[in-house]
């Protein structure tokens, strides 16, 4: 009893039962096991393992350690009084953060509670797995989740769990050993895994992605303080490999409509290889929609309570990389990853509910929406009841023409932080249930796609010297986004990994990827809007100061990482 103690103190996030059904992982049964609702194994073991990803991917916990701290993303204290938080993203964004911050917390919480439940379900499923196709199948899932979740470990604190028995404590992993106990992870159970299982379950072709991943963030994670990374031509050649057995899978295309790889209904998306399953029923949240936009922007006339919340936008620089990459050229008008136009009222700027679409992309300049009273509870609406379209209004100000109205420049100053400050960002569709913008999210969260294979493919090769061939990789996405042939991006001509790194921002931004890419490109320790520090030890996040005190009582157990005192 006092080792299974020490871990349920140390692991700081076990829940008590985690067996308990409740309702979110019932309704999850339904997907992974065909509408078996009365499969107990699947309701007690193999949903509990997947059901806090959708939690994990939350705005305030994994988006805000990889976007936030980056060049990408920056979240002032808006207006004096919305999203200060005790200083919590300034000091992600300015690399300040400590073993006490609390998204830190929250996401180490929420990935050893998730490592947790994937060894329960191991055990359960262990003895079961040669009495049928399927449990093996369930167990080779579960196994690929414990080796995602310990990838995201290794990336974010630089460590690994290896474990196999729920009483016993854990073994920490650093280094080549984590590398290499996620890679053999992942490689023994491919034989197990099925091409055609449904939303959000781990397949084939999602296992290959992870290995490429893996091999691709192996120089990094090997060795994480490095002054320059050694990317090996065996990791390299692995990312090619792995590649190119992804790309071989007929399943997969590349989506000709940009937006439509994050539409509500983009489950049935070819490009999506492994991602987070939502549906407004289950455990869908739209807070990847209503993040970013103004607390005056609506989503849906059905749903007036469903706004924006002012949060986080893009930093000036890298607004700038789309202008800098694309000349005189609008950006919206050279490149259809940047903005998609959707919100066509018709001529007296009237539209109706079920027309109603609103635009996707990067957000600049005077907005336009839908018109309302003031009050927050309803819109204007045309006598034949259509909704009334025009500038919005910004009613936290007085002023007679207070419209919202994005400007490029953003800071933690006070008229840097001011709500209209900063270029805002909604790739994901907004979900038509959603009554207040941020519950029953209905897009399934991107994890890995197909775009990301080839730009994995197109950097091992590159990192190896061939170009020209990482050049045809990326011309090759840039060329697939085809359902709007005017903004299809222009053939690049030729290809260096400052372009490579450039294209990545332009196709995963708000991916949950910004971080890591800067890491691997040596960006981390670069200056930005509100951002100076160049320490190399912020690479890691410190393992929070609580995991730590209950680990204490077996010496050397679980070190702080470099550069934070305890």
């Not at 059901?51 to 305030?60: E, K, Q, S």
């Not at 917390?105 to 262990?126: P, Y």
């Not at 080549?176 to 939303?199: F, K, Q, S």
């Not at 819109?379 to 009841?385: K, Q, V, W, Y």
Request: proline share 4%; aromatic share 12%.
């Amino acid at each position: 009893m006092k080792i299974l103690r020490l871990f349920l103190v140390f692991i700081s996030s076990i829940v008590l039962g985690w067996g308990c059904t409740d309702l979110n992982e019932r309704i999850l049964d339904e997907s992974l096991s065909g509408g078996a609702v009365d499969s107990e194994l699947v309701r007690n073991s193999v949903a509990p393992a997947y059901a806090l990803l959708p939690d994990f991917f939350l705005h305030t916990k994994y988006f805000a350690l990889q976007q936030i701290t980056t060049d990408e993303a920056i979240l002032p204290y808006r207006g004096g009084r919305d999203w200060g938080d005790n200083g919590i993203y300034i000091e992600l964004h300015q690399h300040t953060y400590t073993p006490n911050h609390r998204n830190i917390q929250l996401c180490w919480d929420g990935i050893t509670k998730m490592i947790s439940r994937t060894v329960s379900a191991i055990n359960v499923l262990t003895p079961l797995a040669g009495s049928s196709e399927e449990n093996a199948t369930f167990l080779a899932e579960v196994r690929g989740l414990r080796a995602y979740y310990n990838m995201i470990a290794l990336d974010l604190w630089g460590i690994a769990f290896k474990k196999d028995d729920p009483n016993v404590v854990s073994e920490i992993l650093r280094r080549d050993e984590a590398i290499n106990y996620i890679r053999n992870e992942l490689e023994v159970i491919i034989g197990d895994l099925r091409i055609d299982v449904g939303p959000g379950r781990l397949t084939k072709g999602a296992a290959y992605g992870l290995l490429a991943r893996l091999h691709l963030n192996a120089a990094v994670w090997r060795d994480p303080y490095a002054t320059t990374f050694n990317f090996t031509s065996a990791d390299m050649d692995k990312v090619i490999e792995y590649s190119n057995n992804v790309l071989a899978m007929p399943q997969y295309t590349l989506s000709p409509e940009y937006f439509h790889i994050f539409d509500n209904n983009n489950n049935s998306n070819k490009e999506l290889i492994f991602a987070v399953d939502q549906r407004p029923d289950l455990n869908g949240h739209n807070r990847m929609s209503y993040f970013s936009m103004s607390g005056s922007f609506y989503g849906n006339p059905l749903f007036p309570n469903g706004n924006g919340t002012d949060g986080p936008a893009i930093t000036p620089e890298f607004y700038q990389s789309w202008v800098q990459a694309n000349g005189s050229i609008n950006p919206a008008e050279a490149d259809a990853r940047f903005f998609w136009k959707r919100l066509n009222p018709s001529s007296d700027m009237a539209i109706s509910a079920e027309a109603f679409e609103v635009d996707r992309g990067i957000f600049r300049g005077l907005q336009y929406g839908l018109q309302n009273t003031g009050n927050q509870q309803s819109f204007l609406r045309t006598e034949d009841g259509r909704y009334k379209i025009g500038y919005m209004r910004d009613w936290r100000r007085a002023e007679e023409n207070a419209f919202v109205d994005y400007s490029e420049e953003i800071d933690f100053t006070p008229e840097g932080s001011d709500y209209n400050t900063g270029y805002r960002v909604m790739k994901y569709q907004w979900s038509k249930s959603s009554t207040d913008g941020r519950n029953r999210g209905e897009a399934d969260l991107i994890i890995l796609r197909l775009a990301d294979i080839y730009l994995m493919r197109a950097e091992a090769k590159l990192r190896k010297g061939d170009s020209s061939g990482a050049l045809a990789d990326v011309n090759s996405v840039r060329a697939s986004r085809i359902a709007r042939p005017e903004v299809t991006p222009r053939p690049l001509t030729s290809m260096t990994l400052d372009i490579l790194f450039r294209e990545r921002g332009f196709e995963f931004y708000w991916e949950h990827q910004r971080r890591t890419d800067m890491i691997r490109f040596g960006k981390y320790e670069g200056s930005w809007t509100e951002k100076t520090n160049s320490d190399i030890k912020r690479r890691l996040f410190p393992i929070p100061q609580a995991a730590i005190d209950g680990a204490s009582s077996v010496e050397g157990y679980l070190i702080q990482n470099e550069g934070y005192s305890n």
